[in-house]
């Protein structure tokens, strides 16, 4: 009997034994698909990062280039600007009403060449004047027109400010 037993005993832990064996087989199965699962999401990972760094780089590329380009903006602003003063100061000399006049005497009483060239002549009361192909034997034909506008439309501009947008308030207010 007591071998029997024995025997059943053995049989039973054998039993156990084989459905830890399968049990175990399983559990490393499982982990190898897990592995497999964690290394592809590494990878996966990995690959976006890699992805963001280079997006980073690309992004970081381009703030630099937008910053040069909004600074040579503000270059070519300023540059305009001083252009704009250079011309300024250019034609402030022409303005002055003596500074080409010659130096030279008179000869024979008559006046020097360009004595009255910057006598302002006043334009407004014409309308118009227009000659079409006049020659007067050049070889080109010319053709000059002055058309000049009354000063009343020269100072009456409504193209800039609707009548009525802005309000004065002229009511105290206490404090």
Known sequence: MFLKRLNEEMVADLGYFNSLESEVDSLTSQLETQKTQFV???????????????????????QDKSIAISELKKLIEKLKG??????LEKSSVIQQPNAFKSQRPSVLGKPTPFSNSF?????????????????????????????LTLKKSCLKNTNVLATGMYKIHTDHTQA
């Open 119 to 147: 006598i302002r002549k006043d334009f407004s009361k014409s309308t118009s004047v227009t000659k079409n192909n006049v020659s007067n034997d050049f070889s080109k034909p010319v053709t000059t027109q002055i058309l």
């Open 40 to 62: 592809n999401e590494i990878d996966r990972l990995s690959r976006e990062y890699f992805y963001a760094d280079h997006m980073n780089a690309i992004l970081a590329q381009l």
């Open 82 to 87: 001083q252009y704009v003063d250079t011309k």
